[in-house]
């Protein structure tokens, strides 16, 4: 019997997940925080700006990023999204782009961000939910943690404090 090459990946991952929960399962963080073994290589990463013009980082390299999908009915997302701008400026050699999933309109995000005191990070967009479907989204928010090579390195699935010593710490790793 031969065993498909995607049931092997999704065994790897569910392992790989068990496994990271039960190394780090004093931090609170790690229960929503998976660090890929081997990084993964990401074939394209386009979504738009506020202005829906093109913003490509597939060959971005040098810096680490955190792509973070979110929208402003997610309520988890309003939790998180202040301890994002917050870790941008605490590691602010970290580059942040926070990609609304819903279609683009910038008085509601406008709005969306005034309501919750974010007053920093841009806004951008994945219209066509490309990268939705590229990163293989179950839910909202979710946040793929990019390495200076321009690999995914892990993925935040659901709400964290980005602030927190515990997830800074575990960045710095990577610098």
């Given at each position: ?6 049931f092997?990946i999704y065994?790897?991952?569910?392992v790989?997940?068990?496994l990271s929960?039960?190394l780090?399962g ?10 890929h073994e081997?990084?993964?290589i990401?074939?394209?990463?386009k979504?738009k700006?506020?202005?829906?013009q ?23 997302c309003?939790k998180e999204?202040p301890?994002l ?7 602010p050699?970290i ?6 999933t819903e ?7 406008d709005?969306f961000?005034?309501?919750i ?5 841009k ?5 066509e ?10 839910g909202?928010p979710?946040?793929?943690?990019i390495?200076k090579?321009?690999k995914e390195?892990g993925?935040?699935i659901?709400e964290?404090d ?14």
């Open positions: 019997m031969k065993i498909s090459k995607s092997k065994i790897h991952i569910i790989l997940s068990l929960q039960n780090v004093a931090e609170d963080f790690s229960k929503n925080v998976i660090i081997k990084p993964l990401i074939s394209e990463l979504f700006d506020a202005n829906l093109d913003v490509d980082l597939s060959n971005k390299r040098g810096k680490i990023m955190i792509i973070n999908f979110w929208a402003t009915w997610c309520e988890p309003r999204m301890s701008e917050k870790l941008s400026v605490t590691l050699e580059n942040i782009f926070a990609v609304n279609k683009p309109n910038n008085i509601k995000v709005k961000f005034k309501d005191g974010v007053k920093k990070l806004t951008y967009y994945d219209p939910l490309r990268l939705v479907r590229e990163f293989r989204l179950r909202l979710t946040s793929i943690l390495d090579e321009g390195f993925k935040v659901g964290i980005f602030a927190s010593d515990e997830f800074v710490n575990l960045l710095k790793k990577y610098f």
